[in-house]
């Protein structure tokens, strides 16, 4: 009987996803995947954001008020495991604690955190006060992202410092192409920052922040967004994903993904 109203649940949650963004999962029997919106939104990135488009295009794409967009994590049930990708900003208006409460999830419940880069509204929900906010959680992190942070200047890179260093009893660096607990696949999407990262599990791939402006990067990949480090590797990474989610009917969740968070 649990396992039919399981199923239930998951074509309700499927079929309404649009309506009911704000507590939007994805599911079948094994996975169950969570959008969570960091920061209350509607969001939109303006024109500044993306500079090499033309003002023209712009304008004919119909982006007056900017291009949809979000800042967001998600939460990803597999195998038995509970998986955060992701902790957002960590900011007062930051809605990753109050909404994994509605799971009945306390930070310290949660044992596994997979971050697709660090930047700050991808980390700052690590910490609170300069203090660890996950006691118990194990924190994966692409090995060249954290050699990358650990490198810059400490006026650049000064929190994800601190991450690395409050975390590093709890702390696991991957290489690309590698398997994580979950059967979650990491996959390599260097561009946005040294080793921004993709995970894969069936047929669900996240991809952190290959996309700030959905709307147009998916029709014009090559357009990147100011917050690039590597122009070319991210015009590279997000053509390639882009395929790959295409050619393999694979549903993109992204951390700047609109309402509901997700593409096909």
């Not at 396992?3 to 079948?28: E, G, H, P, R, W």
């Amino acid at each position: 009987m649990k396992k039919i109203l399981t199923i239930v649940l998951a074509s309700f949650a499927l079929m309404s996803f649009a309506q009911k963004a704000n507590n939007s999962y994805a599911s079948n029997e094994q996975t169950v995947i969570k959008w969570i919106e960091d920061r209350p939104g509607p969001s939109f990135q303006q024109h500044r954001t993306f500079p090499d488009v033309p003002e023209a295009l712009w304008n004919e794409l119909g982006f007056k008020d900017g291009v949809p967009s979000s800042m967001s994590c998600f939460l990803l049930k597999t195998e038995g495991k509970t998986i955060l990708l992701d902790t957002g900003l960590g900011a007062g208006f930051s809605q990753l604690i109050p909404k994994l409460a509605e799971d009945g999830i306390k930070p310290e419940d949660l044992k596994l955190i997979y971050i697709t880069h660090m930047h700050g509204d991808h980390i700052g929900g690590l910490l609170k006060d300069g203090k660890v906010v996950f006691p118990n959680a194990e924190v994966y992190i692409n090995r060249i992202e954290a050699e990358a942070w650990k490198a810059m200047p400490d006026n650049r890179s000064a929190q994800a410092k601190k991450v690395l260093e409050v975390y590093k009893d709890h702390l696991h660096l991957f290489e690309a192409g590698d398997m994580l607990p979950g059967g979650v696949k990491s996959i390599a999407a260097y561009g946005h920052t040294p080793g921004h990262t993709a995970f894969q599990k069936d047929k669900i791939l996240v991809i952190g922040d290959l996309m700030h402006g959905a709307a147009l990067q998916l029709k014009y990949p090559n357009y990147n967004a100011s917050f690039d480090m590597d122009k070319e590797a991210a015009q590279e990474a997000r053509t390639r994903l882009i395929k790959l989610a295409r050619e393999n009917g694979l549903t993109m969740y992204g951390m700047h993904l609109p309402s509901p968070g997700f593409v096909k």
